[in-house]
């Protein structure tokens, strides 16, 4: 009886201790496709520039991250309701500006082409684009209207 008491205690003492050392600490990263930065690949993993880069900086700082692919619109509902812990994502978005904390570094930008079709007026800027034949980005700064 005894020897059977002192090997639960050790089980019991030891439990938390092997629990401990399996779990890593996780963080939810949301993303959406925009290739080559962040997409899903052929075999359904993440991948990108932006996903290897968060992964390794959440590495070197001893978290674990889980990717997930979302819509835009999901994604910000995430964000502002705690589900999603981190997005990579462009800085400066006023509905989100009081549900998340933004980093002070710029870790790199991404130029974005305007294209328009042959025989058409090109559009004068981007704020002037016609969307009734593209979705817009729901992350889009700004707002597009028709050219007239």
């Given at each position: 009886?005894p020897?059977?008491?002192?090997?639960?205690l050790i089980?019991?003492l030891?439990l938390?201790?092997?629990?401990?050392?399996g779990?890593e600490?996780?963080i939810?990263?949301?993303?959406?496709e925009?290739?080559p930065?962040?997409y899903?690949d052929?075999?359904?993993h993440?991948?990108?520039?932006?996903?290897?880069?968060t992964?390794?900086?959440?590495?070197?700082a001893g978290?674990?991250a889980?990717?997930?692919?979302?819509?835009?619109?999901?994604l910000?509902n995430g964000?502002?309701?705690?589900?999603?812990a981190?997005?990579?994502?462009?800085?400066?978005k006023p509905?989100?500006?009081e549900?998340?904390?933004?980093?002070?570094?710029?870790l790199?930008?991404?130029?974005l082409?305007?294209y328009?079709r042959?025989?058409?007026a090109?559009?004068r800027?981007?704020?002037t684009?016609?969307?009734?034949r593209a979705?817009r980005?729901?992350?889009c700064?700004?707002t597009?209207?028709?050219?007239?």
């Open positions: 009886m020897r059977r008491f002192c090997l639960i089980a019991l030891w938390p201790v092997a629990c401990a050392a779990s600490r996780r939810h990263v949301g993303y959406y925009f290739p930065y962040s899903t052929d075999q359904g993440p991948s990108g520039v932006g996903l290897e880069l992964a390794r900086l959440l590495d070197e978290y674990q889980e990717f997930r692919a979302y819509p835009g619109a999901r910000y964000l502002i309701d705690g589900s999603i981190l997005w990579f994502g462009a800085p400066g509905e989100l500006a549900h998340t904390l933004e980093s002070r570094y710029l790199g930008q991404i130029a082409n305007l328009y042959p025989g058409t090109p559009p800027s981007p704020s684009c016609t969307t009734d979705p980005r729901p992350d700064p700004t597009c209207r028709a050219v007239a």
